[in-house]
């Protein structure tokens, strides 16, 4: 089966830290592969793609065949970044997520 | 621009009961996606539909069903409910099929259904 793990369900950092939040996936060909995030009392939104290769927010995932990852990151961490990020990776006309991790960014 | 709307927004419900959730995707888009999450857990996959087909089916058992209607908006329906069927229910619209680069799914609200 599919699977996409996200092996930290929270993280903590202080302000103007780099951050970074892991995403693996189970192989299979050329996955696509995004990052979704939901602020507080706010609904899930899509926050990047990989095949755009953007920058959003700060935000930059690259992904790595070889490793299977496609992990978010930022070289520093502003307090409205914390919220719930999920990795996610279509598969069939669906999508798959992981269990999430949450991003706590301390002033 | 009026994104996903779900409604209800809050849901309580008795075992064995059944539900009808209800869903507006944005305007022009053609999917509809319906997704289970339960505390803690990432969202679940269970409909997709597509010009009011259906074009995927998580593994959910049969008492869930779903429908899309012409005008794009969709319904879940989930019989004989069960305390376990209490979660956040997530619809999510998309221009195409879901969840291509091209056609991201956007997510609404969610109802958030209780089962005592």
């Known amino acids: 089966a599919q699977r996409v793990t996200q092996p930290e369900k929270l993280l903590s950092v202080f302000k103007g830290a780099p951050v970074e939040l892991k995403c693996n996936y189970s192989?299979?060909?050329?996955?696509?592969l995004f990052w979704y995030v939901q602020y507080s009392r706010q609904r899930l939104q899509l926050l990047l793609r990989h095949i755009s290769r953007e920058s959003i927010k700060g935000f930059t995932a690259d992904l790595n065949k070889g490793e299977t990852s496609f992990h978010l990151k930022k070289p520093f961490a502003q307090e409205e970044d914390s919220a719930m990020y999920y990795c996610?990776?279509?598969?069939?006309?669906?999508?798959?997520f992981g269990k999430g991790t949450k991003l706590s960014v301390k002033p | 621009d009026a994104g996903v709307t779900q409604s209800p927004t809050h849901l309580i419900k008795t075992r064995g009961q059944h539900v009808t959730l209800r869903c507006s995707p944005i305007s022009g888009h053609k999917s509809v996606s319906w997704y289970q999450q339960v505390l803690g857990q990432g969202p679940q996959f269970i409909f997709q539909y597509y010009e009011k087909e259906e074009r995927g089916r998580g593994n959910f058992p049969d008492r869930f069903s779903a429908r899309q209607f012409p005008n794009y908006s969709s319904e879940l329906n989930v019989n004989a409910l069960l305390l376990g069927d209490s979660a956040l229910y997530l619809c999510?619209?998309?221009?195409?099929?879901?969840?291509?680069?091209?056609?991201?799914?956007?997510f609404g609200n969610g109802t958030r259904l209780t089962v005592t």
């Open positions: 192989y299979s060909g050329s996955p696509e």
């Open positions: 999510a619209s998309s221009l195409y099929a879901a969840s291509s680069y091209n056609s991201p799914l956007h």
């Open positions: 996610a990776r279509g598969s069939q006309g669906n999508l798959i």
